[in-house]
């Protein structure tokens, strides 16, 4: 049983797209198209309750009531990975301001250390939807998570396509109240804190630099 904040996607679709991911045989250019579709599939799910208002819509026949989204939306990717997640929910979302956050993974501690962060500049949306494609100690999404709150956001929206166990377990128990949408949830990390099964790095496999 998972948290109520967790949701893992048992879907025909999301299984097979995942498949495609963790393959090693699996080139730049197609890792990056299923990271995409994932992703639209993952944004729709995770958007399943926004917030809307009505308005009153004209079409050639009649009036009709429409809705439209009534929040401000952010998009927040975790440089490098999560770039490869931000277009896909741009479709989707083509109002959304994308704030980017560059953190990096330690090799020797697998802490985080962030590089890039300009959030103060802008107006504080009133959700932000968080994408990386790994969730694998959660200390990534834990730094993350913290430097939206800090920020102001209230509604936090985590989507990422692989996570380990343990990362989860960590970060729906440390933040109840931030939703994670997840394609997977594997059961181990390695002693470089790599998720097992998982599929490798997923920083390299988008941007073909392994
Ligand atoms: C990867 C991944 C996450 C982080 C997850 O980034 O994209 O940001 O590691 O690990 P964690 O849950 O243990 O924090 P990486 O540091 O490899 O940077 P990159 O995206 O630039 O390759
Ligand atoms: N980052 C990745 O890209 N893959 C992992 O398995 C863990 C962190």
Known sequence: M?????????HPLVQHHVAILRDQATDASQFRDAVRRLSTVLCVEATRDLSVTRRTV??????CEGQQLSQSIAI??????????????LDLIPQAAVWHLGLYRSEETAQPVGYYDKLESGSVPD???????????GGSIDLTVRRLQDWGVR???VIALIASQAGVDRVA????????????IDPELND???IVPGLGDAGDRIFNTQ
Do not use: H, K
């Open 127 to 137: 959700l932000a939807f968080v994408v990386d494609p790994m969730l694998a100690t």
């Open 173 to 184: 128990e440390d933040f109840a109240d931030v939703s994670f949408t997840i394609a997977a």
């Open 76 to 89: 927040v990717p975790i440089l490098r990975a999560g770039l490869g997640m931000v277009d896909p929910l």
């Open 155 to 157: 509604d936090i929206r």
């Open 2 to 10: 998972l948290p109520d904040n967790i949701r893992c996607l048992a």
């Open 58 to 63: 004209q079409t050639p026949l009649s009036d």
């Open 192 to 194: 470089q804190a790599y």
